[in-house]
């Protein structure tokens, strides 16, 4: 059957769902071992037949509730178009074998590739091309390497109002992973694409960092994935668009990696509630000194403000608004949570939410705060239908998916919201 695209179309964080992007982990998540885990982004190896497990729950919750798009099926279809096909492979290729030690083996495999069907070749873009002979040892065992990180749909493009921003990777192993979603958002959705790295080469952008809050604001991390000339870009376009806009910035740590980006500390879940990691708010710990600042523009002129924190930023511009938080009470209970994505929630609509099981004293706050707890295997099962409940979190469960650095926000690509 066909797959029809729907409008392109995201004005809030947490207006109805009608259609999501997403990315099934496939053998590209086992093609990593304990010495490239860390060049990939990830704090350890995964169990597959785990994930498949945890993401078949979560991905079912989805399936339930919205319009899913898979990315694989989309860009096989991409790759029926001869043009389409030759830009991704030789792109693909430029952006993996930087030398020109090896143009011979590049211009062979660039045959090869060509020749193959459009499921093959999807399927070796994605999770990446053997070397014919490979010595056992060494850790470059690819021709073209898997997109390990591919599944966090989130990252490398994001939906802003009626276009989409084609974000500027910070780390070499998720370049390519631009390379698809801008092939499919051009050209399968036909929507109008934004891109920093092309207003300024050091411009970077990630969608974990970009929350799109209201039709006149965006909530923005600038950490190690978003930096300032990123959100520069942002709000120069806006400024030439916007009589009236705002941009609230949150300054993330440098490191850990738990803190890569915004919504591993903060994420909105109604329009009067909001996940949070204490510290943050209170600017103690590793927040010490982390800047929080609202860039408002108002007639095409730019000025930024010093904020308390991004709470009291957005009480500021009007918003009431109550955080619950990651990790409930005990500061030590909450920097564990935090670590595997507690604060990482993604909203189906006002108050209607996903996240993982595992991080039971953040549930717990949720509970306390309204929200029914609803097992994933419930919602699948149709013992527990989620339109029956005001607001509901969908908890599903998360032993491996977390050890990959990310959670539910950070594994769905929101199209189309109410």
Same mark, same amino acid.
């Given at each position: 059957?066909?797959?029809?695209?729907?409008?392109?179309?995201?004005?809030?964080?947490?207006?109805?769902?009608?259609?999501?992007?997403?990315?099934?982990?496939?053998?590209?998540?086992?093609?990593?071992?304990?010495?490239?885990?860390?060049?990939?982004?990830?704090?350890?190896?995964?169990?597959?037949?785990?994930?498949?497990?945890?993401?078949?729950? @979560?991905?079912?919750?989805?399936?339930?509730?919205?319009?899913?798009?898979?990315?694989?099926?989309?860009?096989?279809?991409?790759?029926?178009?001869?043009?389409?096909?030759?830009?991704?492979?030789?792109?693909?290729?430029?952006?993996?074998?930087?030398?020109?030690?090896?143009?011979?083996?590049?211009? $062979?495999?660039?045959?090869?590739?060509?020749?193959?069907?459009?499921?093959?070749?999807?399927?070796?873009?994605?999770?990446?091309?053997?070397?014919?002979?490979?010595?056992?040892?060494?850790?470059?065992?690819?021709?073209?390497?898997?997109?390990?990180?591919?599944?966090?749909?989130?990252?490398?493009?994001?939906?802003?109002?009626?276009?989409?921003?084609?974000?500027?990777?910070?780390?070499?192993?998720?370049?390519?992973?631009?390379?698809?979603?801008?092939? /499919? @958002?051009?050209?399968?959705?036909?929507?109008?694409?934004?891109?920093?790295?092309?207003?300024?080469?050091?411009?970077?952008?990630?969608?974990?960092?970009?929350?799109?809050?209201?039709?006149?604001?965006? =909530?923005?991390?600038?950490?190690?994935?978003?930096?300032?000339?990123?959100?520069?870009?942002?709000?120069?376009?806006?400024?030439?668009?916007?009589?009236?806009?705002? /941009?609230?910035?949150?300054?993330?740590?440098?490191?850990?990696?738990?803190?890569?980006?915004?919504?591993?500390?903060?994420?909105?879940?109604?329009?009067?509630? =909001?996940?949070? @990691?204490?510290?943050?708010?209170?600017?103690?710990?590793?927040?010490?000194?982390?800047?929080?600042?609202?860039?408002?523009?108002?007639? $095409?002129?730019?000025?930024?403000?010093?904020?308390?924190?991004?709470?009291?930023?957005?009480?500021?511009?009007?918003?009431?608004?109550?955080?619950?938080?990651?990790?409930?009470?005990?500061?030590?209970?909450?920097?564990?949570?935090?670590?595997?994505?507690?604060?990482?929630?993604?909203?189906?609509?006002? =108050?209607?939410?996903?996240?993982?099981?595992?991080?039971?004293?953040?549930?717990?706050?949720?509970?306390?705060?309204?929200?029914?707890?609803?097992?994933?295997?419930?919602?699948?099962?149709?013992?527990?239908?989620?339109?029956?409940?005001?607001?509901?979190?969908?908890? @599903?469960?998360?032993?491996?998916?977390?050890?990959?650095?990310?959670?539910?926000?950070?594994?769905?690509?929101?199209?189309?919201?109410?």
């Amino acid at each position: 059957m066909d797959i029809v695209p729907c409008k392109v179309n995201v004005s809030s964080e947490t207006g109805r769902l009608r259609a999501v992007l997403l990315r099934r982990p496939g053998i590209e998540i086992e093609r990593m071992t304990p010495q490239n885990a860390a060049q990939a982004l990830y704090s350890d190896i995964l169990d597959k037949p785990t994930v498949d497990r945890e993401y078949g729950l @979560f991905s079912g919750v989805l399936e339930r509730w919205t319009n899913v798009y898979y990315v694989k099926e989309i860009l096989k279809t991409l790759l029926d178009d001869e043009k389409i096909r030759q830009h991704l492979v030789v792109e693909s290729l430029r952006h993996d074998r930087r030398t020109s030690q090896q143009q011979q083996v590049i211009n $062979g495999l660039f045959d090869h590739l060509m020749e193959l069907d459009s499921a093959q070749l999807a399927r070796i873009l994605i999770e990446g091309y053997e070397k014919e002979h490979w010595d056992g040892f060494s850790s470059d065992r690819y021709l073209l390497k898997p997109l390990y990180n591919l599944f966090f749909t989130r990252d490398a493009s994001s939906t802003i109002y009626n276009r989409v921003l084609i974000n500027s990777m910070s780390f070499e192993v998720r370049e390519r992973e631009s390379l698809i979603y801008e092939a /499919i @958002f051009r050209h399968f959705f036909g929507v109008e694409l934004l891109n920093a790295a092309s207003w300024n080469h050091l411009a970077r952008t990630e969608g974990g960092d970009v929350h799109v809050a209201s039709p006149d604001l965006l =909530c923005v991390g600038e950490g190690i994935r978003t930096n300032a000339k990123g959100i520069d870009f942002l709000a120069q376009t806006f400024a030439k668009e916007r009589e009236h806009f705002n /941009i609230l910035v949150q300054e993330l740590p440098q490191e850990p990696e738990s803190f890569i980006h915004l919504d591993m500390v903060f994420t909105l879940l109604g329009q009067h509630y =909001c996940m949070v @990691f204490e510290p943050m708010l209170k600017k103690e710990g590793i927040f010490a000194n982390k800047e929080t600042t609202l860039i408002s523009i108002a007639n $095409g002129k730019i000025s930024y403000h010093a904020v308390p924190n991004i709470l009291k930023g957005l009480q500021k511009l009007g918003w009431d608004i109550q955080p619950v938080i990651c990790g409930g009470s005990d500061s030590w209970v909450q920097l564990r949570e935090q670590w595997h994505s507690g604060a990482n929630f993604f909203s189906l609509g006002d =108050c209607q939410v996903m996240g993982y099981r595992r991080n039971t004293y953040t549930i717990d706050a949720l509970d306390k705060a309204g929200f029914s707890v609803l097992n994933a295997e419930d919602i699948i099962s149709g013992k527990a239908i989620m339109n029956s409940y005001e607001k509901f979190v969908a908890a @599903f469960p998360g032993s491996e998916l977390p050890r990959a650095g990310g959670g539910a926000r950070c594994m769905t690509m929101p199209i189309l919201r109410d």
